[in-house]
């Protein structure tokens, strides 16, 4: 496992809550090559002084050259994790989306706020509709087949399609690879409510039709 130690003092915004840390708060990456160089490789973080800080996605490719997983030395990074994460995040939103308008794009996962950091789902159609998923980070790249598993089963969704921003996953040296991870892929244009009206629009791109 690769172990970056945060140079002295910057540990600060860290132990304060905020789950990126930038290459200018890095003094050293230790690990082999191969782990430095895959995107969203999991690291443990610690200070200056060896202390255990954080377990991070680490992406010598990405401005932002960590992101925190968990502050807790005794919580693993792993299938679990992942799978109990999308589920909290799921939960906390059941009672909004089952009142909200299922024309709507309603969003389920909001990344770093759900502690999945880059990653965003939106549902749209409720349980017979579609879920469509970003993952706008090298670590959460790394965990697509629990994070769709997980998804599948705290929905009752059948279809998972994942959109791609080409500009945000080339920043984080990821291939641009959109399409269906489960079930069937949207079609190319469904009626989206945007405020007060009706737009029909590609959900696989985010990209309205003009009127």
């Not at 807790?72 to 906390?92: F, G």
């Not at 993952?135 to 790394?142: E, P, S």
Request: glycine share 10%; aromatic share 6%; net charge positive.
């Amino acid at each position: 496992m690769l172990i970056i130690t945060i140079k002295q003092g910057k540990e600060k915004g860290l132990l304060a809550g905020d789950p990126w840390i930038y290459i200018s708060a890095i003094d050293k990456v230790d690990g082999k090559p191969s782990e430095r160089n895959k995107p969203g490789a999991t690291a443990i973080v610690q200070s200056s002084s060896r202390q255990f800080l954080a377990r991070a996605a680490y992406n010598a490719k990405s401005q932002i050259a960590a992101r925190v997983w968990t502050l807790r030395e005794d919580e693993p990074v792993d299938h679990a994790l992942i799978k109990r994460r999308v589920q909290a995040a799921v939960e906390r939103r059941a009672v909004a989306l089952s009142i909200a308008d299922p024309q709507a794009l309603f969003q389920l996962v909001d990344g770093e706020k759900d502690g999945l950091p880059g990653l965003l789902v939106h549902s749209y159609g409720g349980a017979s509709g579609y879920l469509v998923c970003q993952f706008n980070a090298g670590g959460v790249d790394q965990w697509k087949v629990p994070v769709v598993q997980a998804l599948l089963k705290a929905t009752g969704c059948a279809n998972v399609y994942e959109r791609c921003d080409p500009l945000v996953r080339k920043s984080e040296g990821l291939p641009v690879t959109p399409g269906a991870l489960a079930g069937d892929e949207p079609p190319n244009k469904l009626m989206v409510r945007e405020g007060n009206r009706l737009a029909p629009m590609d959900i696989r791109t985010g990209f309205t039709y003009p009127r």
